[in-house]
């Protein structure tokens, strides 16, 4: 591919994940990253894992993002923190609001992303690139779509340098949002998340949970190949190749693959994409 491309990883809860994911990671650091990004869990349950692997990655000689999420976070544990990653010689970060543990209240210093991005500003100064997300089809927590925008638009002028977006099907809702945020004076790269399709279930699942939308007639036609996971695989590298050669086409600055601990999809992904 003739565009810079970055990985998202989870961190493992076993040590045979830890072993997968390593070889996971060899397999693609072949198409060299930009970055290799590491997420954490609901209200920073996994943290431990999220530096360690990270501390992995940077130890291969390949730049690793931390995933930083400000649930429940006071300003010296996120200080503390940050100087453990600025120790291991990370330079960039994701920073997040992150996802609320269930039957958890707003607790914490930080209540938005934007607060989180201007206290690490503040912290570290020009330290670190910072990431923030993205929602080209809306957060499902946004109380409108212009609220949504004005939300993103204040991340960034908080200090963010670029953005990631949620993963997506239709790359019209990429563009739109785009053009939206372009509109607001919001300048900065924005990067679109790529999710491989390799099973339908799981898609269904991540989706209904992160407000994508899977647009009908890919929903239709998984449902039509019921278990076949060749089939499944087959016409999901198909639809997300498409999709990643209109972002191409149209100058995207990268493509982020959720990579979901596996290398097989993304790497053919990459392979179909790359001139001969």
């Not at 089809?137 to 670029?162: C, M, W, Y």
């Not at 449902?223 to 639809?239: C, E, K, N, T, W």
Request: charged share 20%; glycine share 10%.
């Amino acid at each position: 591919m003739n565009i810079p491309v970055s990985f998202e990883f989870f961190p493992p809860k076993t040590p045979e994940g830890v072993e997968k994911l390593r070889l996971t990671r060899q397999a693609l650091y072949a198409h060299q990253p930009e970055f290799c990004s590491v997420t954490f869990g609901a209200g920073g349950s996994t943290q431990e894992g999220t530096f360690s692997t990270v501390k992995a990655i940077q130890d291969e000689g390949v730049a690793a993002a931390s995933h930083f999420s400000c649930v429940g976070a006071t300003r010296a544990t996120v200080r503390d923190q940050l100087g453990a990653l600025r120790a291991m010689g990370v330079k960039r970060l994701v920073a997040l609001r992150g996802d609320l543990p269930s039957g958890y209240g707003m607790g914490g210093e930080f209540h938005y992303a934007s607060d989180l991005v201007a206290f690490i500003r503040a912290e570290t100064g020009d330290a670190f690139h910072i990431e923030v997300a993205a929602y080209p089809e809306i957060h499902p927590q946004a109380k409108s779509a212009d609220a949504d925008l004005n939300a993103f638009a204040t991340k960034v002028r908080a200090g963010a340098n670029s953005a990631i977006t949620q993963y997506f099907f239709n790359a019209d809702a990429y563009f739109r949002f785009v053009d939206d945020v372009r509109r607001l004076g919001v300048e900065v790269p924005v990067v679109p998340g790529i999710m491989p399709i390799t099973s339908s279930t799981q898609l269904m699942r991540f989706s209904d949970a992160c407000g994508a939308e899977i647009p009908r007639w890919i929903r239709l036609r998984l449902q039509g190949y019921g278990d076949d996971m060749a089939s499944i695989r087959s016409f999901g590298l198909d639809v997300i190749t498409d999709l990643c050669g209109q972002l191409c086409a149209a100058g995207v600055p990268g493509i982020h693959f959720y990579t979901m601990n596996q290398a097989a999809a993304t790497t053919e992904i990459i392979r179909r994409l790359t001139p001969a």
